[in-house]
């Protein structure tokens, strides 16, 4: 962490920008401007991972950002807005189970519970934070670095097909989607498949299989949805013996709050339907839900215009992945922009985007930067 | 195995029988009769087990032959045969992944590519078995101790269900079920759950999911049928990820060879059909099959005879579990009594057979015994 907090600041030094390191392991990349009272507009991406994976998922986005201050600067613009370039220490959440810690610091919305959150050697956030000598009782006191006034601007890998399909390097997100993660857990009853009958049977997988289909019917009604099971685990998971239980989860996304729940809705009526017929005990529990959010008008009509000259056509959609604009856009007014990767393939080593969108994706976000910094849209 | 089967020899020494262990380990008590030159009737069950099981799958089977030779010598009963208890060292098949050692070896019938398997840390049989001073180079070639018109007979738990819900101690068996094992692998595509629109996925597990509910589907013609998917693997296994390989198994079993083989071409049948729908690339191997054995009339009609002394009513049925049983019946005549288990549970620490069923038992196999030895059936 350290490593790279160190190394981004020289880049963003080197790119003419103050920066600084903050407690939190955030890099701040400042551009003043003579209107100091004006808001700021901030650009950024995280630069964690999860673990195994690929290189272009956070930091491709805050490199675009530092190159693009830096193309702008060598050509001599002077911008009308506070310009900060922000690299946020983690947005995956990976060690203590708790997304967008860098970006809600920032924002001063930052979840104090968090700070309890153990990592698998058992150090709860709180501890290691004080051992590096921040003091975690001031945390959300001090006012943030992004408030209601600003603007941010996130480019990233699109982590999806869309853009791949459609034969573009990039698009403009209108807004996040929704959440919700349900587990579900069956028992059933375990016993020998070459003695048990049929009507003995008290079989946890056979249950599951159909509502893994009733999951996938979600999508009948709404091409909006996205419901997936992508975890399954089956006891006693032998080949010879009848499933006694099986746990498994949903991923259900939509990309308007009230189509998630009305999803849910339909979800459960489907599975209660299917545990009256298979008369298997079943627990649904709701893990998480997180709402949408829409990206500001404003910035996605700044962007199209961007985006216009430098690709054949142009093309918005709502990103089903989170990211740390689904934070920030809680504070003040936001926009995203999407880069093609290969395959649609992220959180993989295999992750890839080609140079040659790269190029485009920075001429593009040169052009959004001066843009919004010189037709700031009214709020 | 060493003290297993010492203990064993030294139980069938205070029961009167000259025992011996052979290189296999195959413990063997042996109760000489006056007619030398007559068949000989073999007793017994396997001693081993699967690992983290109960203490009645075998050994009781095995116990059951050494106390009712006890009763029958103790009454001054002189046999008409032969009689040998035999104590299998191997039916399971845990360590070298090859079941029916023990009594394959007592028959002559030992697959010698069984020699080679390996255990987990890599030795193979034949080391192990010569490390012991065995011959390996010998198997099959000495006269084998169970030969063509003997008799042999095997005690069990029952490992299901039907004498628990019949209310019923013990059942004559009318035969072990032909067995299939298949294995299933799917390729699918991983992606991100939020971000991939349903017609550019590949799940791999809705695709199995729908297979799981086909399989079951087979019950649905034959109440014979036995058919379980027991073991599911889903990669990469992320709550957040379309699974992009799901592996499965399939567990086929019918009373009848030709019944197992028309379940195998309803099952190709219906999981091609879905292959197609699904255009997912998918691997079926068959990866075992057991032809189904007969168990002798003769010894059935002893064993109706007996058992209807000892309990309310008779009944008789196919075993879908495999046994030693299995194996001997192809070199001669053989039958197997069951005995109840409490919710037909097995291969589980839970396993359980009252006291209660264990005397009935034991009176009417002591019953079994004399009534082969003095009317051995016409083969």
Avoid at 169 to 179: H, K, R, S, W, Y
Avoid at 301 to 313: E, V
Avoid at 345 to 366: F, G, Q
Wanted: with cysteine; proline share 4%; aromatic share 6%.
């Amino acid at each position: 962490m350290d490593t790279a907090s160190k190394l981004i600041k020289s880049w963003m030094n080197n790119a003419g920008l103050i920066a600084t390191v903050d407690p939190m392991q955030n890099v701040i990349g400042s551009w003043p401007s003579e209107n100091a009272s004006s808001p700021s507009i901030h650009l950024g991406s995280h630069y964690d991972t999860v673990i195994n994976a690929g290189k272009y998922d956070g930091p491709l986005g805050l490199l675009l950002c530092i190159s693009a201050v830096e193309i702008l600067r060598l050509e001599g613009y002077e911008p009308k807005h506070f310009i900060n370039i922000l690299g946020f220490c983690d947005e995956e959440g990976i060690r203590f189970s708790s997304t967008f810690l860098g970006s809600s610091y920032l924002c001063g919305t930052f979840d104090l519970n968090f700070l309890d959150n153990r990592d698998s050697e058992g150090n709860t956030m709180r501890e290691l934070l004080e051992s590096r000598g921040m003091d975690t009782s001031q945390f959300n006191k001090a006012k943030p670095l992004i408030s209601k006034d600003d603007l941010f601007l996130e480019p990233h890998i699109e982590q999806g097909p869309v853009l791949e399909n459609l034969d573009l390097p990039l698009g403009v997100v209108t807004g996040i989607a929704a959440q919700s993660r349900i587990h579900v857990s069956i028992t059933g009853k375990s016993g020998h498949a070459g003695t048990t009958p049929l009507e003995l049977r008290k079989d946890a997988l056979t249950t599951a299989a159909e509502m893994i289909l009733a999951v996938e019917t979600l999508f009948d009604a709404n091409s909006n949805a996205r419901a997936t099971v992508g975890q399954i685990n089956n006891y006693p998971n032998a080949i010879n013996a009848i499933p006694g239980k099986v746990e498994f989860t949903i991923d259900l996304r939509h990309p308007v709050t009230a189509g998630l729940n009305q999803l849910k809705e339909e979800l459960l009526e489907k599975l209660n339907l299917i545990i009256q017929k298979r008369d298997l005990p079943c627990e649904i529990d709701f893990l998480q839900s997180v709402d949408s959010i829409t990206c500001d008008r404003g910035i996605q009509k700044a962007m199209n215009k961007a985006l216009a000259k430098h690709q054949k056509s142009v093309t918005s959609f709502t990103s089903g992945a989170g990211h740390d604009t689904l934070k920030i856009a809680q504070t003040c007014r936001s926009g995203m922009l999407f880069i093609r990767c290969r395959d649609g393939l992220s959180h993989h080593p295999d992750e890839y985007t080609s140079p040659e969108d790269i190029r485009v994706a920075l001429n593009a976000w040169v052009d959004v930067i001066r843009e919004l910094d010189q037709n700031f849209p009214e709020s």
